[in-house]
């Protein structure tokens, strides 16, 4: 994350950076990034001032979404089950902190654009829910078909 973040500084206008479901605090907590600032760094990561600490909040900064030449969308997971519109993206404030118990419909949406995933065929349309990410079933994680695809990108005026 060093280089990229240092290439972002370098190159301020070719590099961007989007933020994926990774960079999140509680799944690098859970995932060993914690750990290993803790080991290499011996920090204690729970110190607001620590690298674990600033890194993760600088995740909370970036954007969830890009739009290429006004023609192609770039996010990590997907659209999910409810994203219509870029203005919807765009209105989700920053800093961001991952909820993963969602209780409102900007919360679904950050879930949507980090985790879901498309189905695995084209015959499969619209929304399902995507049990290998949500094995506790909330639903709350999604998979969706081409033709949610297909109408997100015709409302937004979009190729791909």
């Given at each position: 994350i060093c280089l990229l973040m240092a290439l972002k500084v370098k190159y301020p206008?070719?590099?961007h950076l989007l933020r994926g479901n990774h960079e999140d605090r509680s799944?690098?907590?859970a995932f060993g990034f914690a750990e290993e600032c803790a080991e290499r760094l011996c920090e204690d990561t729970?110190?607001?001032d620590s690298v674990f600490q600033l890194i993760n909040f600088m995740f909370e900064w970036l954007p969830l979404a890009a739009v290429v030449e006004e023609k192609i969308i770039c996010l990590h997971g997907g659209i999910g089950g409810v994203a219509n519109t870029i203005e919807e993206i765009k209105a989700i404030p920053r800093p961001l902190e991952v909820v993963h118990e969602v209780n409102t419909s900007q919360q679904q949406l950050v879930v949507d654009i980090?985790?879901?995933d498309p189905t695995d065929n084209d015959e499969e349309v619209?929304?399902?829910a995507n049990s290998i990410r949500d094995p506790a079933d909330t639903r709350n994680i999604m998979r969706f078909g081409p033709d949610r695809v297909d109408a997100f990108l015709k409302n937004n005026g979009l190729k791909m």
């Amino acid at each position: 994350i060093c280089l990229l973040m240092a290439l972002k500084v370098k190159y301020p206008n070719q590099i961007h950076l989007l933020r994926g479901n990774h960079e999140d605090r509680s799944i690098n907590s859970a995932f060993g990034f914690a750990e290993e600032c803790a080991e290499r760094l011996c920090e204690d990561t729970e110190d607001p001032d620590s690298v674990f600490q600033l890194i993760n909040f600088m995740f909370e900064w970036l954007p969830l979404a890009a739009v290429v030449e006004e023609k192609i969308i770039c996010l990590h997971g997907g659209i999910g089950g409810v994203a219509n519109t870029i203005e919807e993206i765009k209105a989700i404030p920053r800093p961001l902190e991952v909820v993963h118990e969602v209780n409102t419909s900007q919360q679904q949406l950050v879930v949507d654009i980090l985790w879901s995933d498309p189905t695995d065929n084209d015959e499969e349309v619209g929304t399902h829910a995507n049990s290998i990410r949500d094995p506790a079933d909330t639903r709350n994680i999604m998979r969706f078909g081409p033709d949610r695809v297909d109408a997100f990108l015709k409302n937004n005026g979009l190729k791909m």
